[in-house]
Protein backbone atom coordinates (compact mmCIF):
# COMPACT_ATOMS: atom_id res chain seq x y z
CA UNK A 1 0.00 0.00 0.00
CA UNK A 2 2.59 2.39 0.45
CA UNK A 3 4.37 2.12 -3.09
CA UNK A 4 1.01 3.73 -4.23
CA UNK A 5 0.84 7.03 -1.77
CA UNK A 6 2.84 9.54 -2.44
CA UNK A 7 2.35 12.16 0.03
CA UNK A 8 5.41 12.11 1.98
CA UNK A 9 7.83 11.34 -1.00
CA UNK A 10 10.50 13.98 -2.36
CA UNK A 11 8.29 14.18 -5.52
CA UNK A 12 5.31 15.80 -4.51
CA UNK A 13 7.23 18.01 -2.13
CA UNK A 14 8.84 19.33 -5.09
CA UNK A 15 5.78 19.53 -7.15
CA UNK A 16 4.49 21.51 -4.57
CA UNK A 17 7.67 23.82 -4.01
CA UNK A 18 7.86 24.39 -7.77
CA UNK A 19 4.50 25.47 -7.90
CA UNK A 20 4.80 27.95 -5.31
CA UNK A 21 7.70 29.14 -7.04
CA UNK A 22 5.82 29.53 -10.17
CA UNK A 23 2.74 30.92 -9.04
CA UNK A 24 4.55 33.35 -7.07
CA UNK A 25 6.64 34.53 -10.05
CA UNK A 26 3.64 34.04 -12.14
CA UNK A 27 1.06 36.55 -9.91
CA UNK A 28 4.25 39.53 -9.59
CA UNK A 29 4.83 39.44 -12.78
CA UNK A 30 0.72 39.51 -13.71
CA UNK A 31 1.22 42.73 -11.48
CA UNK A 32 4.09 44.18 -13.29
CA UNK A 33 2.05 43.63 -17.04
CA UNK A 34 -0.88 45.52 -15.50
CA UNK A 35 1.69 48.52 -14.27
CA UNK A 36 3.38 48.28 -17.65
CA UNK A 37 1.13 47.20 -19.91
CA UNK A 38 -2.44 47.86 -19.10
CA UNK A 39 -5.46 46.03 -18.09
CA UNK A 40 -5.93 44.71 -21.62
CA UNK A 41 -2.42 43.06 -22.38
CA UNK A 42 -3.22 41.84 -18.24
CA UNK A 43 -6.34 39.83 -19.26
CA UNK A 44 -5.16 38.73 -22.70
CA UNK A 45 -2.14 37.52 -20.34
CA UNK A 46 -4.28 36.06 -17.74
CA UNK A 47 -6.62 34.64 -20.24
CA UNK A 48 -3.73 32.69 -21.93
CA UNK A 49 -3.05 31.09 -18.69
CA UNK A 50 -6.46 29.97 -17.58
CA UNK A 51 -7.09 28.18 -21.00
CA UNK A 52 -3.71 26.61 -21.42
CA UNK A 53 -4.36 24.89 -17.66
CA UNK A 54 -8.00 24.66 -17.32
CA UNK A 55 -8.13 23.07 -20.08
CA UNK A 56 -6.04 20.24 -19.43
CA UNK A 57 -7.34 19.67 -15.83
CA UNK A 58 -10.80 19.33 -17.89
CA UNK A 59 -9.51 17.27 -20.35
CA UNK A 60 -7.26 15.23 -17.17
CA UNK A 61 -11.62 14.32 -16.25
CA UNK A 62 -12.14 13.73 -19.73
CA UNK A 63 -9.48 11.09 -19.88
CA UNK A 64 -10.78 9.07 -16.44
CA UNK A 65 -14.24 9.24 -17.68
CA UNK A 66 -12.95 8.02 -21.05
CA UNK A 67 -11.18 4.90 -19.37
CA UNK A 68 -14.53 4.08 -17.55
CA UNK A 69 -17.09 4.77 -20.66
CA UNK A 70 -14.20 2.25 -23.03
CA UNK A 71 -13.56 -0.18 -19.71
CA UNK A 72 -10.34 0.12 -20.21
CA UNK A 73 -8.04 -2.56 -18.37
CA UNK A 74 -4.79 -1.16 -19.89
CA UNK A 75 -4.78 2.16 -18.12
CA UNK A 76 -6.59 0.98 -14.41
CA UNK A 77 -3.17 1.45 -13.13
CA UNK A 78 -2.36 5.20 -14.31
CA UNK A 79 -5.71 6.32 -14.68
CA UNK A 80 -5.48 7.85 -11.12
CA UNK A 81 -2.48 9.86 -12.11
CA UNK A 82 -4.97 11.74 -14.55
CA UNK A 83 -7.73 12.02 -11.86
CA UNK A 84 -4.84 13.37 -9.64
CA UNK A 85 -3.93 16.75 -11.73
CA UNK A 86 -8.15 17.42 -12.10
CA UNK A 87 -7.00 19.37 -8.63
CA UNK A 88 -7.54 22.85 -10.17
CA UNK A 89 -11.24 22.42 -11.61
CA UNK A 90 -12.86 23.17 -8.61
CA UNK A 91 -10.85 26.13 -8.28
CA UNK A 92 -11.65 27.22 -12.05
CA UNK A 93 -15.10 28.89 -11.03
CA UNK A 94 -13.18 31.58 -9.00
CA UNK A 95 -10.25 31.72 -11.78
CA UNK A 96 -13.34 32.92 -14.00
CA UNK A 97 -14.28 35.69 -11.99
CA UNK A 98 -11.52 38.23 -13.56
CA UNK A 99 -12.40 37.07 -17.18
CA UNK A 100 -16.26 37.77 -16.25
CA UNK A 101 -14.99 40.77 -14.77
CA UNK A 102 -12.87 42.03 -17.78
CA UNK A 103 -16.38 41.89 -20.18
CA UNK A 104 -18.01 44.54 -18.04
CA UNK A 105 -14.59 47.15 -18.10
CA UNK A 106 -16.26 48.87 -21.76
CA UNK A 107 -13.02 49.94 -23.97
CA UNK A 108 -10.69 47.76 -21.61
CA UNK A 109 -12.21 44.84 -22.28
CA UNK A 110 -10.01 42.71 -24.56
CA UNK A 111 -13.34 41.26 -25.70
CA UNK A 112 -13.83 43.99 -28.86
CA UNK A 113 -18.13 42.57 -28.95
CA UNK A 114 -17.86 44.58 -25.38
CA UNK A 115 -17.34 48.10 -26.49
CA UNK A 116 -19.38 50.68 -27.57
CA UNK A 117 -18.91 53.30 -30.30
CA UNK A 118 -17.85 57.44 -29.83
CA UNK A 119 -21.46 57.81 -29.41
CA UNK A 120 -21.79 55.19 -26.52
CA UNK A 121 -24.07 52.54 -28.95
CA UNK A 122 -22.86 49.18 -27.73
CA UNK A 123 -21.04 47.46 -30.83
CA UNK A 124 -23.35 44.49 -30.47
CA UNK A 125 -26.40 47.10 -31.79
CA UNK A 126 -24.06 49.34 -34.06
CA UNK A 127 -22.28 46.65 -36.07
CA UNK A 128 -24.57 44.80 -38.56
CA UNK A 129 -22.69 41.75 -38.02
CA UNK A 130 -22.68 42.02 -34.77
CA UNK A 131 -25.92 42.50 -33.79
CA UNK A 132 -27.11 39.48 -35.25
CA UNK A 133 -25.15 37.99 -32.60
CA UNK A 134 -26.17 40.12 -29.98
CA UNK A 135 -29.18 37.69 -28.89
CA UNK A 136 -26.01 35.34 -27.91
CA UNK A 137 -24.09 37.52 -25.75
CA UNK A 138 -27.24 39.02 -24.29
CA UNK A 139 -28.04 43.03 -23.14
CA UNK A 140 -29.66 41.93 -19.90
CA UNK A 141 -30.20 43.90 -16.82
CA UNK A 142 -26.52 43.68 -16.11
CA UNK A 143 -25.24 44.11 -19.99
CA UNK A 144 -23.48 40.66 -20.62
CA UNK A 145 -25.40 38.33 -18.10
CA UNK A 146 -26.01 35.63 -20.71
CA UNK A 147 -22.29 35.38 -21.33
CA UNK A 148 -21.40 35.08 -17.92
CA UNK A 149 -23.89 32.70 -17.02
CA UNK A 150 -22.74 30.38 -19.41
CA UNK A 151 -19.15 30.80 -17.69
CA UNK A 152 -20.09 29.86 -14.85
CA UNK A 153 -22.27 27.03 -15.80
CA UNK A 154 -19.43 25.36 -17.65
CA UNK A 155 -17.22 25.15 -14.04
CA UNK A 156 -20.39 24.23 -12.27
CA UNK A 157 -20.69 21.05 -14.77
CA UNK A 158 -16.94 20.36 -14.62
CA UNK A 159 -16.99 20.54 -10.53
CA UNK A 160 -20.33 17.97 -10.59
CA UNK A 161 -18.22 15.69 -13.65
CA UNK A 162 -15.13 15.85 -11.34
CA UNK A 163 -17.28 15.03 -8.07
CA UNK A 164 -19.04 11.69 -9.66
CA UNK A 165 -15.91 10.31 -11.94
CA UNK A 166 -13.08 10.80 -10.03
CA UNK A 167 -15.27 11.17 -6.56
CA UNK A 168 -16.69 7.49 -6.90
CA UNK A 169 -12.90 6.72 -8.50
CA UNK A 170 -11.49 7.43 -4.88
CA UNK A 171 -14.47 5.78 -3.19
CA UNK A 172 -13.57 2.42 -4.80
CA UNK A 173 -9.97 2.40 -2.98
CA UNK A 174 -11.66 1.72 0.27
CA UNK A 175 -14.42 -1.09 -1.14
CA UNK A 176 -12.14 -4.02 -1.97
CA UNK A 177 -15.19 -6.48 -2.08
CA UNK A 178 -17.81 -4.22 -3.92
CA UNK A 179 -17.23 -1.97 -7.23
CA UNK A 180 -20.72 -0.49 -7.00
CA UNK A 181 -18.55 2.73 -7.43
CA UNK A 182 -16.75 1.23 -10.63
CA UNK A 183 -20.13 0.41 -12.11
CA UNK A 184 -21.59 3.71 -11.58
CA UNK A 185 -18.62 5.43 -13.41
CA UNK A 186 -19.26 2.79 -16.11
CA UNK A 187 -23.12 3.86 -16.29
CA UNK A 188 -22.60 8.02 -15.81
CA UNK A 189 -19.46 7.95 -18.24
CA UNK A 190 -21.31 8.13 -21.48
CA UNK A 191 -23.01 11.46 -20.68
CA UNK A 192 -20.31 13.01 -19.10
CA UNK A 193 -17.96 12.01 -21.64
CA UNK A 194 -20.89 14.04 -23.85
CA UNK A 195 -20.75 17.03 -21.33
CA UNK A 196 -17.47 17.54 -21.72
CA UNK A 197 -17.31 17.48 -25.47
CA UNK A 198 -20.18 20.05 -25.25
CA UNK A 199 -19.03 22.25 -22.43
CA UNK A 200 -15.55 22.18 -23.96
CA UNK A 201 -16.54 23.23 -27.40
CA UNK A 202 -18.89 26.23 -25.75
CA UNK A 203 -16.08 27.19 -23.43
CA UNK A 204 -14.20 27.53 -26.68
CA UNK A 205 -16.15 29.46 -28.46
CA UNK A 206 -17.02 32.21 -25.72
CA UNK A 207 -13.13 32.51 -24.38
CA UNK A 208 -11.39 32.27 -27.64
CA UNK A 209 -13.30 33.04 -30.97
CA UNK A 210 -15.40 35.70 -29.23
CA UNK A 211 -12.09 37.65 -29.51
CA UNK A 212 -12.92 38.58 -33.06
CA UNK A 213 -16.41 38.36 -33.48
CA UNK A 214 -17.08 38.53 -36.66
CA UNK A 215 -14.88 35.30 -37.67
CA UNK A 216 -16.23 31.90 -36.98
CA UNK A 217 -14.84 28.22 -37.45
CA UNK A 218 -17.46 25.47 -36.86
CA UNK A 219 -14.77 23.07 -35.99
CA UNK A 220 -13.31 24.88 -33.36
CA UNK A 221 -14.18 23.03 -30.75
CA UNK A 222 -12.60 20.26 -31.91
CA UNK A 223 -9.67 22.26 -32.49
CA UNK A 224 -9.67 23.09 -29.29
CA UNK A 225 -10.14 19.37 -27.66
CA UNK A 226 -6.96 18.16 -29.78
CA UNK A 227 -4.74 20.64 -28.91
CA UNK A 228 -6.05 20.09 -24.48
CA UNK A 229 -6.18 16.03 -25.31
CA UNK A 230 -2.13 16.00 -26.44
CA UNK A 231 -0.88 18.30 -24.09
CA UNK A 232 -2.74 15.81 -21.27
CA UNK A 233 -1.46 12.77 -22.07
CA UNK A 234 1.99 14.44 -22.39
CA UNK A 235 1.74 15.32 -18.69
CA UNK A 236 0.65 12.15 -17.67
CA UNK A 237 3.47 10.29 -19.82
CA UNK A 238 5.88 12.85 -18.08
CA UNK A 239 4.60 12.02 -14.72
CA UNK A 240 4.94 8.00 -15.78
CA UNK A 241 8.67 8.59 -16.55
CA UNK A 242 9.60 10.93 -13.55
CA UNK A 243 7.65 8.67 -11.18
CA UNK A 244 9.57 5.26 -12.84
CA UNK A 245 13.03 6.64 -12.71
CA UNK A 246 12.55 7.49 -9.31
CA UNK A 247 11.39 4.23 -8.01
CA UNK A 248 7.95 5.00 -7.60
CA UNK A 249 4.63 2.71 -8.23
CA UNK A 250 6.88 0.05 -9.00
CA UNK A 251 5.12 -2.84 -10.85
CA UNK A 252 2.60 -0.87 -11.42
CA UNK A 253 3.98 1.60 -14.77
CA UNK A 254 5.33 -0.80 -17.52
CA UNK A 255 6.96 -0.11 -20.92
CA UNK A 256 3.72 -1.12 -22.05
CA UNK A 257 1.95 2.12 -20.54
CA UNK A 258 4.74 3.86 -22.19
CA UNK A 259 4.15 2.65 -25.15
CA UNK A 260 0.46 3.34 -25.46
CA UNK A 261 0.14 7.11 -24.21
CA UNK A 262 2.65 7.51 -27.07
CA UNK A 263 0.50 6.34 -29.14
CA UNK A 264 -2.05 8.36 -28.25
CA UNK A 265 0.59 11.33 -28.38
CA UNK A 266 1.45 10.80 -31.67
CA UNK A 267 -1.79 9.99 -32.63
CA UNK A 268 -3.46 13.16 -31.73
CA UNK A 269 -0.69 15.07 -32.60
CA UNK A 270 -1.64 13.89 -36.05
CA UNK A 271 -4.75 14.45 -35.31
CA UNK A 272 -4.57 18.19 -34.41
CA UNK A 273 -2.11 18.41 -37.50
CA UNK A 274 -5.88 17.29 -39.16
CA UNK A 275 -8.62 19.45 -37.55
CA UNK A 276 -5.73 22.54 -37.76
CA UNK A 277 -5.04 22.19 -41.74
CA UNK A 278 -8.55 21.71 -42.54
CA UNK A 279 -9.57 24.93 -40.88
CA UNK A 280 -7.27 26.46 -42.57
CA UNK A 281 -7.66 24.75 -45.89
CA UNK A 282 -11.33 25.63 -45.90
CA UNK A 283 -11.19 28.81 -45.54
CA UNK A 284 -8.21 29.48 -47.81
CA UNK A 285 -10.61 27.93 -50.60
CA UNK A 286 -13.88 29.66 -49.89
CA UNK A 287 -11.79 33.16 -49.70
CA UNK A 288 -14.84 34.73 -47.30
CA UNK A 289 -13.65 38.20 -46.09
CA UNK A 290 -15.27 37.15 -42.44
CA UNK A 291 -13.53 33.62 -42.46
CA UNK A 292 -9.79 34.87 -43.72
CA UNK A 293 -9.54 37.51 -41.28
CA UNK A 294 -8.38 35.35 -38.96
CA UNK A 295 -5.18 34.20 -40.72
CA UNK A 296 -4.81 37.16 -42.35
CA UNK A 297 -4.03 39.05 -39.30
CA UNK A 298 -1.83 35.84 -37.84
CA UNK A 299 0.37 35.59 -41.30
CA UNK A 300 1.76 39.11 -41.11
CA UNK A 301 3.68 41.45 -39.06
CA UNK A 302 5.48 38.83 -37.64
CA UNK A 303 2.91 36.57 -36.03
CA UNK A 304 3.81 34.13 -39.39
CA UNK A 305 7.08 32.79 -37.86
CA UNK A 306 4.92 31.57 -34.60
CA UNK A 307 2.30 30.29 -37.29
CA UNK A 308 5.36 28.78 -39.10
CA UNK A 309 6.99 27.47 -35.47
CA UNK A 310 3.61 25.82 -34.65
CA UNK A 311 3.98 23.47 -37.61
CA UNK A 312 7.15 22.32 -36.45
CA UNK A 313 6.66 21.69 -33.18
CA UNK A 314 3.04 20.71 -32.72
CA UNK A 315 3.63 18.05 -35.56
CA UNK A 316 6.47 17.51 -37.37
CA UNK A 317 9.08 17.21 -34.32
CA UNK A 318 6.88 15.27 -32.38
CA UNK A 319 5.80 13.17 -35.41
CA UNK A 320 9.58 12.54 -36.63
CA UNK A 321 10.19 11.96 -32.46
CA UNK A 322 7.62 9.11 -31.92
CA UNK A 323 7.53 7.64 -35.68
CA UNK A 324 8.92 4.81 -34.97
CA UNK A 325 7.28 1.75 -32.48
CA UNK A 326 10.33 0.70 -30.41
CA UNK A 327 10.89 4.58 -29.80
CA UNK A 328 7.44 4.70 -27.95
CA UNK A 329 9.12 2.51 -24.78
CA UNK A 330 12.00 4.73 -24.21
CA UNK A 331 11.29 7.14 -21.45
CA UNK A 332 13.91 9.91 -23.16
CA UNK A 333 12.28 10.27 -26.13
CA UNK A 334 9.09 10.62 -24.50
CA UNK A 335 9.92 12.92 -22.40
CA UNK A 336 11.70 15.44 -25.59
CA UNK A 337 8.28 15.21 -27.32
CA UNK A 338 6.73 15.60 -24.47
CA UNK A 339 8.63 18.88 -23.93
CA UNK A 340 8.32 20.12 -27.43
CA UNK A 341 4.34 19.03 -27.38
CA UNK A 342 3.78 21.32 -24.25
CA UNK A 343 5.96 23.68 -25.59
CA UNK A 344 3.55 23.73 -29.02
CA UNK A 345 0.44 24.19 -26.91
CA UNK A 346 1.68 27.14 -25.26
CA UNK A 347 2.39 28.88 -29.06
CA UNK A 348 -1.12 27.62 -30.14
CA UNK A 349 -3.07 29.58 -27.92
CA UNK A 350 -0.48 32.21 -27.29
CA UNK A 351 -1.00 32.52 -31.71
CA UNK A 352 -5.13 32.81 -31.02
CA UNK A 353 -4.96 35.37 -28.43
CA UNK A 354 -2.76 37.52 -28.91
CA UNK A 355 -3.27 38.71 -31.99
CA UNK A 356 -6.69 39.22 -31.33
CA UNK A 357 -6.16 41.31 -28.97
CA UNK A 358 -3.29 43.23 -30.63
CA UNK A 359 -4.48 43.92 -33.50
CA UNK A 360 -7.97 44.65 -32.51
CA UNK A 361 -7.83 46.33 -28.57
CA UNK A 362 -4.03 47.60 -28.58
CA UNK A 363 -3.95 48.83 -31.79
CA UNK A 364 -0.37 47.46 -32.57
CA UNK A 365 0.52 46.70 -36.32
CA UNK A 366 3.76 44.72 -35.00
CA UNK A 367 3.89 41.74 -33.28
CA UNK A 368 2.41 41.50 -29.14
CA UNK A 369 4.47 39.33 -27.43
CA UNK A 370 7.09 39.49 -24.60
CA UNK A 371 8.17 38.40 -21.23
CA UNK A 372 4.50 39.55 -20.49
CA UNK A 373 3.28 36.10 -22.57
CA UNK A 374 4.78 33.88 -19.92
CA UNK A 375 3.27 35.57 -16.82
CA UNK A 376 -0.20 34.35 -17.09
CA UNK A 377 1.24 30.69 -17.59
CA UNK A 378 3.94 30.95 -14.80
CA UNK A 379 0.88 31.74 -12.54
CA UNK A 380 -1.27 28.74 -13.44
CA UNK A 381 1.16 26.16 -13.87
CA UNK A 382 1.69 27.02 -10.29
CA UNK A 383 -1.60 26.66 -9.32
CA UNK A 384 -2.12 23.61 -11.37
CA UNK A 385 0.83 21.89 -9.65
CA UNK A 386 0.26 23.19 -5.85
CA UNK A 387 -3.50 21.59 -6.72
CA UNK A 388 -2.22 18.40 -8.26
CA UNK A 389 0.48 17.91 -5.27
CA UNK A 390 -2.68 18.17 -2.88
CA UNK A 391 -4.10 15.16 -4.77
CA UNK A 392 -0.79 13.25 -5.16
CA UNK A 393 -0.79 13.73 -0.88
CA UNK A 394 -4.67 13.04 -0.03
CA UNK A 395 -5.29 10.02 -2.44
CA UNK A 396 -3.81 7.03 -3.67
CA UNK A 397 -1.55 7.00 -7.01
CA UNK A 398 -3.18 3.87 -8.04
CA UNK A 399 -6.36 3.23 -7.88
CA UNK A 400 -5.82 0.14 -5.91
CA UNK A 401 -9.15 -1.90 -5.99
CA UNK A 402 -10.24 -0.91 -9.29
CA UNK A 403 -11.81 -4.24 -10.63
CA UNK A 404 -9.36 -4.25 -13.63
CA UNK A 405 -6.25 -3.57 -12.32
CA UNK A 406 -5.01 -6.86 -12.53
CA UNK A 407 -5.30 -6.29 -16.51
CA UNK A 408 -3.10 -3.50 -15.88
CA UNK A 409 -0.48 -5.45 -14.44
CA UNK A 410 -0.39 -8.10 -17.18
CA UNK A 411 -0.75 -6.26 -20.22
CA UNK A 412 1.90 -7.16 -22.59
CA UNK A 413 1.20 -5.12 -26.05
Given at each position: ??????????????????????????????????????????????????????????????????????????????????????????????????????????????????????????????????????????????????????????????????????????????????????????????????????????????????????????????????????????????????????????????????????????????????????????????????????????????????????????????????????????????????????????????????????????????????????????????????????QFKANNSVAINDPLLHESGEYHA
Open positions: MSNVQLGATPFVGKMNQIGMALAAVGALGLAGVYALSGSERFFADYLLGFWYFAGISVTMLFFSALQYLARAGWSASIRRIAENYTGLVPFLLVAMIPIIANVYMGHHSIYEWAHSTEEGVSLLQADPILKKKAAYFDQGMFTFDFFAIRLVMYAVLWVIMRRFIVGNSLKQDAMPGDISPTRANWKRSAPFVLLYAITITFAAFDLLMTLEPHWFSTIWGVYAFAGHFVASLTIIALTLVVLRNNGYLTGYIRDEHYHDIGKLMFAFSVFWTYIAFSQYFIIWYANLPEETVYFTNRMAHGWQYMGYALVLTHFVIPFMLLLRQDVKRKSKMLVAAGIVILVSHFIDITWIIMPAVGHHILKSESMVFGWQEFTGWFFFAGLFLIMAAR
